[in-house]
């Protein structure tokens, strides 16, 4: 995936936004194992080999051979199995199927090393009838095979490998997953000559256990000298039904066929003599270009390169990254032969295409893709349109690219990762609605859609994009759960709007989406208390009112009123944060973030502009509050007491919280608990307000009159 995503911590979600440049730059691109699984057809009905080890084929072998057969029989398989020879399996044999009793004496030959006669018993195992032979057809003819392995009669193997995907063909049952494992066993027989042709040493033939699977081909002697023409055709030819035979196997999902594939490529790559006499090969174009294609680059900054006595020179890639020079060796080397081969209609021209241009070779990357019409190859073509500055054009490709897919050439990773780069262009043209839509499809880059929806669009655009597309959770109650892979977001998405009108202060709008009941009812005291508190001639009830909102602020304010993304980052529950922020971002992505994207990022930015933002809201509740009290009482100094300790651990290093604490010194009575101020604080006590507030308003209106009545006098 090009996209980034945070290397450690929980499960983070993918983002394109967080640094444009890079993903948009980024070649498309398949996995090896893909690749490798889908250079042949997989046959219909065809099940994926389900051993991925010796030790799981070995106890499927024992399970399935005792199958069907009795108590009494399945201890004989046992005792037969323990024998040092064929002859003692078989008077262990008791009432065994002549079948599985021949069968298992011929393992033990085999095991044994007497070749000659296991190869006997399973020959006599395939003479029987169909019938009486069903119980171990197929696993005498792959041990027989293996026995001329051993005996080095290499012709007869190989004819061998081939009858036991006959008689599966033929109805035989493959419970082992033989067919996979013949084609690996065949293979090496291929690569075995190639050597040859090579001059290499020998690869070797030593007999394995029946359970298990052929191991990768090692590594072949490199050809230091030219082949001669003839030589260099054999060798392809032998190189190319070795790599047939293991796409055969990759294509039951075999992960030893897969990493075959990947030693065949390794080696063919490594040498150029290999690669020349390879490369014009259509299947084997196509296993290096992709064997290229995947290996794996870095970004910039996973290593330091600066320092003089760096031994590493890293190169720079035509996707905005940089390799190990072997690796860039390796790419520019696959070009170069294919130039040399003068192959000018190559078999996978998509995926040269996306080479070339990973390898800088911009002009062949052009000229690769205009040959092909995949999804991949339109992808590169968006790619080669950004680098010119034509957006216009990049989203035309990414349409054309969208519309194959699903496509059986493409992992299906790659889907949403293309939806996400139509969005970033959709962002980059100033089209806001259509980049919210285009990755909040994706279900992978939720905290890219957060940042439009809650930093680009107006709250009116998404308020009007949610009631059209966004319907409310079936799931009573949900919420939001970053942490999980698959979250609600239809359920986050309306969440996010409430919140953004919460902040807005258009409460009885912002209600009906919030998510949770418990989460809304919280919503609508809050906005009961602040409306309460903002008018009315009774002051201490004001005060009262706004206390209790500042203290729904205070201990619900993320999931009432917090962003989503900067700076609150609800999206991890307030646990971390990221540089999703447009003002973070990484300085390349200013050629990619409009005058208009940045207006309105700063029109939507919450006040304060800080972490936690509803804290600093919940403190100045709090202080506007004590302004509503009389400053000598008890809840006076209780409200300022809270807002101190709700400031306390604020980024500012606690100067709001002193600011406030010195408020109290100014203007508030002392009290016995005030050497704590800012922890530990008692409930305001509003009653003894309100009675010390009638008393001062009765006071004062009796002093006024005595003042009227004092200037009559006069």
């Known amino acids: 995936m090009a996209s980034a995503a945070l290397a450690c911590g929980p499960f983070f979600p993918s983002s394109i936004l967080s ?3 890079v993903s948009l730059k980024a070649v498309p691109r398949n996995s090896f194992a893909f690749e490798a699984a889908h250079l042949a057809a997989r046959a219909p009905g065809q099940a994926a080999d389900k051993y991925w080890d010796e030790e799981e084929r070995r106890a499927a072998q024992d399970k399935v051979e005792k199958a069907n057969l009795s108590p009494a029989q399945a201890l004989a398989i046992a005792a037969m199995r323990g024998s040092s020879s064929g002859d003692a399996a078989l008077l262990k044999a ?20 007497n070749y000659a006669a296991a190869r006997e018993r399973f020959a006599a195992v395939l003479a029987m009838p169909a019938g009486d032979a069903a119980p171990r057809v197929l696993w005498a003819a792959y041990s027989l095979a293996r026995t001329d392995l051993a005996l080095g009669d290499l012709q007869k193997a190989e004819k061998e490998f081939a009858d036991v995907r006959h008689l599966a063909e033929a109805g035989a049952p493959d419970e082992l997953g033989l067919v996979p494992a013949s084609l690996g066993e065949e293979a090496r027989l291929h690569l075995r000559a190639a050597n040859a042709i090579l001059g290499a040493a020998p690869i070797p033939l030593t007999p394995r256990p029946l359970s298990a699977e052929p191991a990768p081909d090692p590594d072949m002697v490199l050809a230091k000298a ?43 790559t490594a040498d150029p003599v290999r690669l020349d006499a390879t490369i014009a090969d259509p299947l084997l174009q196509k296993l290096v270009v992709s064997y290229a294609l995947t290996r794996e680059a870095f970004e910039a900054f996973d290593m330091d390169y600066s320092g003089a006595a760096s031994k590493l020179k890293p190169v720079a890639t035509g996707d905005g990254k940089w390799m190990e020079p072997e690796t860039a060796s390796l790419l520019t080397g696959v070009i170069d032969a294919l130039d040399r081969a003068h192959v000018a209609a190559p078999a996978a021209a998509d995926r040269l295409a996306a080479l070339a241009y990973r390898t800088g070779r911009f002009d062949l990357a052009r000229t690769m893709a205009d040959k092909s019409h995949t999804p991949m190859a339109e992808w590169v073509k968006a790619k080669l349109s950004l680098q010119a500055g034509d957006l216009a054009g990049a989203a035309a490709h990414y349409a054309a690219a969208a519309r194959g897919l699903p496509s059986a050439d493409m992992e299906p990773d790659n889907a949403p990762l293309l939806v996400g780069e139509q969005g970033a262009v959709a962002l980059a043209r100033d089209q806001y609605v259509d980049a919210l839509r285009f990755l909040y499809s994706t279900k992978t880059y939720w905290s890219d859609s957060a940042y439009i929806a809650e930093r680009v669009l107006t709250a009116d655009e998404l308020k009007t994009f949610v009631d059209a597309e966004v319907p409310a959770s079936r799931k009573p109650d949900c919420q939001q759960n970053v942490w999980e892979e698959t979250p609600d977001r239809a359920g986050a998405l309306r969440d996010l709007l409430a919140r953004r009108l919460m ?39 004001r005060a009262r009112h706004l206390f209790q909102a500042a203290q729904i602020a205070r201990k619900n304010g993320m999931e009432i009123m917090g962003t989503e993304v900067h700076p609150d980052y609800a999206v991890y529950e307030g646990s971390y944060s990221t540089n999703d922020h447009v003002d973070e971002l990484n300085p390349a992505d200013r050629k990619l973030i409009t005058a208009a994207e940045r207006s309105r990022v700063r029109t939507s930015t919450p006040s304060p502009d800080l972490r936690f933002h509803y804290r600093y809201v919940a403190a100045q509740e709090a202080q506007d509050a ?6 000598k009482t008890q809840a006076f100094a209780a409200v300022l007491c809270a807002a101190t300790g709700w400031m306390l651990d604020a980024p500012d290093g606690g100067k709001r919280g002193w600011s406030i604490y010195q408020r109290y010194v100014r203007e508030g009575a002392h009290i016995p608990w005030a050497a704590h101020f800012g922890r530990g604080c008692p409930d305001p006590d509003f009653d003894s307000a309100t009675f010390l507030s009638r008393n001062v308003r009765a006071l004062e209106r009796s002093l006024a009159r005595h003042a009227i009545f004092g200037r009559r006098s006069h």
């Open 503 to 541: 902040r807005e202060k258009r409460y009885d709008e912002a209600l009906p989406y919030f998510c949770s009941t418990q989460t809304r009812n919280l919503a609508q005291s809050y906005a009961r208390d602040v409306r309460a508190g903002a008018s009315g001639w009774d002051k201490v009830g």
């Open 226 to 268: 030219r082949l001669s023409r003839a030589d260099a055709s054999a060798y392809g030819r032998e190189m190319h039904a070795a790599a047939a035979l293991y796409a055969r196997q990759a294509a039951y999902d075999s992960d030893v066929g897969i990493q075959s594939l990947r030693a065949v490529a390794a080696n063919i």
């Open 94 to 113: 008791a009432e065994l199927p002549r079948a599985i009793a021949l069968y298992t004496a011929g393992a033990a030959d085999f095991h044994a090393g």
């Open 626 to 631: 004590a302004g509503l009290l009389p400053p």
């Open 19 to 21: 640094d444009r440049t």
